[in-house]
């Protein structure tokens, strides 16, 4: 092997590996993501099965509010995530009364790549209808 081969293989190294790397990093954040999507749709579920035992629970919305918090206890959260949970009783054309529990996520990426991928807002809403 000729000096000016091995330092184009070194190069060659050097330039895939960094690209591994970065590959590396973005899938351990994609992971992230998808589980805390999975938790804050468990956390939405959960405040709305607290809210839909009855009218007065469905109008205590720091109850559901804790009853969502608490499967959220394993979400790896920085300290600069947002999560913030709402919840809302409505009426359907039935007449029936419906409570809806949103939980909104926004991580920030560990790795953020700039231009591609900075922030990611995860929001999912659970409506379960209210015992009367």
């Known amino acids: 092997m000729f000096k000016s081969e091995k330092g184009q293989a070194i190069a060659e190294l050097a330039i895939v590996g960094a690209l591994l790397a970065l590959l590396l990093l973005a899938v351990a954040d994609f992971g992230r993501l998808f589980s805390a999507y999975v938790i804050i749709t468990n956390a939405a579920n959960s405040g709305a099965v607290y809210g839909s035992a009855s009218m007065n629970a469905a109008q205590d919305s720091a109850g559901i509010a804790a009853a969502a918090r608490n499967e959220t206890s394993t979400l790896i959260q ?3 995530d947002q999560l913030t949970i709402s919840s809302a009783v409505q009426e359907d054309s039935f007449g029936q009364h419906n409570v809806r529990v949103t939980v909104t996520f926004r991580p920030n990426f560990q790795f953020p790549i700039p231009g591609v991928l900075n922030h990611v807002t995860l929001q999912r809403s659970v409506v ?4 009367e």
């Not at 379960?128 to 015992?131: E, I, N, T, Y």
Request: charged share 30%; proline share 14%; no cysteine.
């Open 78 to 80: 920085d300290p600069n």
């Open 128 to 131: 379960r209808m209210v015992q």
